[in-house]
C-alpha cells in the first residue's frame, strides 16, 4: 500500500520539467567552478549545497494543495512587505545600496520574494472578480495600491531592476485578469508623459545606465565597461566557445559579476553558441510547461497564478540575456538557477514549486 503512494506520488512530477532544471542548476556549478579558476570555493561548493537543499525545498511545495496558497496569498504579501519596510530602516548595506536583511545564519532579499507575493495577491483579487468586472474602477485601484506599495519600497533601496519585476509581474496579471487593452495604452501614455519627471527622481548612476545603455562606446572603461566586456566575453565564444577552464575575459578579470548577473557572458565565452541555446532549451521546456499547466487549469487562482509566475519566471530570463548582450539597461537581475545567489535561486525553486503545486490540482475546481 505504502509503496503504491510512493508510485503514485512519483507519477504526478514533471519528470521532464525536473530533468531541466537540474540540467539548468548543475551546469550553473559548472560554470561557477570554471569562473573561480577550477575551484570549488568561493561559489560552486556553496551553490550546490543551496541547490540540493532548495531542490528538496521545490518538491516539499509541490505537495502543498492549490487552496493553501489562494488562503495565504495575502498574508504572504503582508509579511513580504513587512520585510521591504525592514530593509528600508535596518537593512544591511552592500554595493551602494539596502537590500537585505541580515538574520546572522542568513541574508535574506525580500524583493526578491514579493516577485512571487504579488503574483499570488493579486491571482487571489481576481479569483473572486468577475472577469467582465476586472476593468471596473473599484476594481482598478486594490490591484494598483498592491503593485505600487512593494515598487516604491523596492525603488528606496534603490533597486531600479527588482522594481520594474514587480511592476512588469503586477501589470501582467491585471491583463491576464481581462483588464482592457485600452486602459494598458491610457496608462502607458501616461507613463511617457511623465518620463522627464521619472528621469529627475533617478539616481546619477541609474541615469548613467540609461546613457550607456544608447551608446556603450562613450564611455569603454567606465560606465559602458560592463557591457563593452561582455558583448567581448560572448562573441568570442563562437560557436562551440574556447574550452572548459580556457576563458580569457573571465579569469583575466576583464568581465565584472562573472558569477552574477554577467554569468552567461562567462558561460558563453567557454560554452559558445552551444552553450547558450543549451540553457535556451531548458527554459523553454519549463516555460512551455508552466503555460500548458495554466491552460489546463479551471480555478481563475490556479491558471492566473501559473501564467503569471511563468510569466515572472520570463522575465528574470529575458532582461538578464538583454542586459548581458546590451539589449537592455544593466539593472542587476541574475540569470535564473545559474547565477551565484542564494535569495534568487530560493525564489525560482519556490515559484517553480508552486506552478507543480497548481499542475498536480489539474483542473479540479477550487473554494476559498
Known amino acids: 500500500m505504502l509503496n503504491g503512494a510512493w508510485s503514485a506520488r512519483l507519477r504526478e512530477l514533471p519528470w521532464g520539467v525536473l530533468a531541466a532544471v537540474i540540467a539548468l542548476g548543475g551546469f550553473g556549478l559548472v560554470v561557477l567552478y570554471s569562473a573561480a579558476g577550477g575551484s570549488l570555493q568561493p561559489w560552486a561548493l556553496k551553490q550546490g549545497i543551496r541547490f540540493a537543499v532548495l531542490l528538496a525545498l521545490m518538491l516539499g511545495l509541490s505537495r502543498v494543495p492549490v487552496g493553501v496558497w489562494l488562503r495565504w496569498a495575502y498574508p504572504l504579501y503582508a509579511i513580504v ?20 536583511l541580515d538574520l546572522k545564519v542568513i541574508q535574506l532579499q525580500p524583493s526578491e520574494f514579493m516577485k512571487l507575493a504579488i503574483v499570488l495577491a ?44 514587480i511592476v512588469f509581474g503586477g501589470v501582467m496579471m491585471m491583463f491576464l485578469a481581462g483588464v482592457s487593452l485600452w486602459l494598458f495604452a491610457g496608462a502607458g501614455a501616461a507613463v511617457a508623459a511623465a518620463l522627464p519627471v521619472a528621469w529627475s527622481l533617478m539616481h546619477d548612476y541609474q541615469k548613467k545606465r540609461v546613457l550607456i545603455f544608447m551608446d556603450p562606446a562613450s564611455d569603454p572603461l567606465g560606465a559602458g565597461y560592463h557591457i563593452t566586456q561582455s558583448k567581448i566575453a560572448i562573441g568570442s565564444g563562437g560557436l562551440l566557445g574556447k574550452g572548459f577552464l580556457h576563458g580569457t575575459q573571465s579569469h583575466l578579470d576583464y ?64 532582461i538578464n540575456l538583454m542586459m548581458v548582450t546590451g539589449l537592455a539597461p544593466v539593472v542587476g537581475i541574475p540569470l ?10 530560493m525564489t525560482v525553486l519556490i515559484l517553480l514549486g508552486i506552478v507543480m503545486s497548481v499542475a498536480r490540482a489539474g483542473d479540479a475546481p477550487l473554494t476559498r
Open 81 to 100: 512587505l513587512l520585510g521591504l519596510l525592514g530593509v528600508d530602516l535596518l537593512g544591511a548595506i552592500g554595493g551602494g545600496s539596502r537590500r537585505w
Open 336 to 345: 535564473p538557477l545559474v547565477s551565484f545567489g542564494g535569495s534568487a535561486m
Open 122 to 165: 493579486l491571482a487571489r483579487f481576481y479569483h473572486f472578480i468577475p472577469r467582465q468586472f476586472a476593468g471596473r474602477l473599484a476594481a482598478l485601484w486594490p490591484p494598483l495600491v498592491l503593485i505600487a506599495l512593494p515598487a516604491a519600497l523596492v525603488m528606496l533601496q534603490p533597486d531600479l531592476g527588482t522594481a520594474l519585476a
Open 255 to 318: 568581465l565584472p559579476e562573472l558569477h552574477t548577473d554577467f554569468i552567461f557572458a562567462t558561460m558563453a565565452e567557454e560554452w559558445g553558441l552551444a552553450g547558450g541555446l543549451f540553457v535556451l532549451a531548458g527554459f523553454t521546456v519549463i516555460l512551455a510547461w508552466a503555460v500548458r499547466v495554466a491552460l489546463r487549469a479551471q480555478a481563475p487562482f490556479s491558471r492566473l497564478a501559473a501564467m503569471g509566475l511563468g510569466v515572472t519566471l520570463f522575465f528574470y530570463l529575458a
